[in-house]
């Protein structure tokens, strides 16, 4: 199967943050960690159902090489990026953070 991967939009947030520390820490160490994100990222579309589920129907796929996760959901064909969090963050905080994003937008 073919799965169309998306991003929220607050994912875009979350993976500049995680950019500005790096870049911050080591020049070019922050685009190492785009490359990472990203590498990762097209990864989960060959075979979403490799990862495990950590809350409800989210999955979640580690980064090499930086402490961080992808959260994701599989919907039909798509593939529904919910998060990149830092792997030491409270669970209970993660899981309202993708809780609060899984909820529909009003308009």
């Known amino acids: 199967m073919i799965y169309i991967l998306r991003f929220l939009p607050e ?4 993976v ?3 950019y500005v520390w790096y870049e ?3 020049p070019g160490l ?7 994100f990203y590498a990762c990222a097209g990864e989960i579309s060959h ?3 490799l990862y495990p589920k950590v809350y409800s129907e989210f999955r ?3 980064l090499r090489r930086f402490p961080y996760a992808i959260y994701f959901k599989t919907e ?3 593939i529904i990026v919910f998060g ?11 899981r309202m953070q993708l809780q609060n994003r899984d909820k529909p937008k009003s308009p």
């Open 11 to 14: 994912v875009e947030e979350d």
């Open 16 to 18: 500049f943050g995680g």
């Open 24 to 26: 911050t820490k080591s």
């Open 30 to 36: 922050g685009e190492e960690f785009l490359r990472m």
């Open 47 to 49: 075979d979403p159902l």
């Open 60 to 62: 979640r796929r580690l």
């Open 76 to 78: 039909d064909n798509q």
């Open 84 to 94: 990149l969090f830092h792997c030491a963050r409270d669970p209970r905080t993660i």
